[in-house]
């Protein structure tokens, strides 16, 4: 299955790794796309390191495990760089996204010989700014399809939007700040 897109999301238990791949997912799913979006749990508690999958296809997805090679690897806290072998099985000819306030070029050393692109987003900062708190899943989102290019990045957004009415109906300006996190993010990875 040479068509398939295979994400790995590393996160800690409360910043919402799981909600934004099956977010992905389902964004994926609406364009037409074979998908699977899932966790893998461990010792469920907030602040736990936690992972969570992506497959993205336009055939049928026939594989039903983990992903061990995965072309993309979003990594929501930075300090997991440092406990989980984050780059295992990443292919060269993807991307690592990280959120980090740092350069590609600073966090490069800590990617254990990595050779592929390395793209950072400060989701902590976007998210504060246009959310008023720190959830870094809706910037990790946006940057991972954009370096992806998993999504039509315009549909994706429409898609988004819709999402976002349907979730947070009675809260019209929580819909807004995750809109402008999604744009934001988009226009300020940094891709090296």
């Known amino acids: 299955m040479k068509d398939v897109v ?37 010792p469920e508690r907030m602040g736990a390191p936690i992972t969570a999958y992506n497959r993205i ?12 090679d995965p072309d993309y690897v979003v990594v929501v806290d930075e300090s997991l760089l440092s406990s989980v072998d984050c780059t295992k ?6 991307a690592i996204i990280i959120n980090s306030s ?15 692109k390395v793209c950072t987003i400060d989701a902590g900062r976007i998210s504060e700014e246009t959310i008023g708190k720190n959830f870094p899943n809706t910037p990790m989102l946006a940057a991972v399809v954009k370096v992806s290019g998993v999504v039509d990045a315009e549909e994706f957004l429409k898609d988004m939007e819709g999402s976002f009415k349907h979730k947070f109906a009675t809260k019209p300006q929580v819909i807004e700040g995750n809109l402008k996190a999604l744009k934001r993010s988009m226009e300020e990875v940094v891709i090296g």
């Open 57 to 68: 296809s336009s055939e049928k997805i026939t594989v039903h495990s983990n992903i061990y």
């Open 102 to 116: 740092k350069t590609p070029d600073e966090l490069r050393p800590h990617l254990k010989g990595y050779t592929g």
């Open 6 to 42: 295979e994400i790995r999301w590393h996160g800690r238990g409360g910043q919402g790794a799981k909600t934004a791949a099956l977010l992905l997912a389902d964004a994926a799913f609406n364009t037409g796309k074979y998908v699977q979006g899932f966790p893998e749990y461990g």
């Open 89 to 94: 099985g990443l292919s060269p000819e993807g």
